[in-house]
């Protein structure tokens, strides 16, 4: 019986409560941020790669003794 109680005054009481709190409610203000995450929106760039193709020139290794 205090079950059936306790979920009568719930089904009351609930519905209130949200209908109060709404009611006086203001609107959020949110900050301006932009959520992007391209590279282009936040200022990195990628470097290009270079026009050359040739083959980096490493010196021969020396002899040892």
Do not use: E, I
Not at 23 to 47: D, F, K
């Amino acid at each position: 019986m205090t079950f059936v109680l306790t979920v009568l005054v719930g089904m009351v009481v609930v519905p209130l409560a949200l209908y109060f709190t709404n009611v006086a409610a203001t609107p959020v203000a949110a900050p301006n941020v932009t959520t992007s995450s391209s590279a282009r929106a936040s200022g990195v760039t990628s470097p290009s790669p270079s026009a050359t193709t040739s083959p980096a020139h490493s010196p021969s290794p020396s002899p040892s003794k």
